[in-house]
């Protein structure tokens, strides 16, 4: 599968951004998608993943209540809402795939798209 992600950008603190990550090929229903981010200096992170039909969602606390996952299967698209944006969001964010269970690690998923810058200052 190939994952083009996009909507990263440029706001203020408080603002929001809605990336998306638009996969190829007929079987995106059987994988699971994840967003993961990596700011300057550090590792990357995951920060939301989701099964196939959205029951079984996982979130990094630091973003719960700030950030959704959700899908459209129809569209072979994964998005990541993300409201009330702080600096410390800043990253390239990263979508990935895998086949399986829900992850949360990198190493777990094979597949990923090309990075989305998302800075938020202050």
């Known amino acids: 599968v190939q994952l083009q992600a996009s909507g990263g950008g440029s706001v203020q603190a408080g603002g929001s951004l809605r990336l998306s990550c638009a996969a190829s090929g007929r079987t995106f229903s059987t994988y699971v998608m994840a967003w993961f981010r990596q700011a300057p200096g550090k590792e990357r992170e995951s920060v939301a993943a989701i099964n196939w039909n959205g029951g079984s969602i996982y979130s990094r606390d630091s973003v719960k209540g700030r950030f959704t996952i959700s899908r459209d299967n129809a569209k072979n698209t994964v998005y990541l809402q993300m409201n009330n944006l702080k600096p410390e969001d800043t990253a390239v964010y990263y979508c990935?795939?895998?086949?399986?269970?829900?992850?949360?690690?990198?190493?777990?998923?094979?597949?990923w798209g090309q990075g989305t810058q998302v800075t938020v200052s202050s």
């Open positions: 990935a795939a895998r086949q399986g269970g829900i992850a949360s690690t990198s190493g777990e998923f094979r597949y």
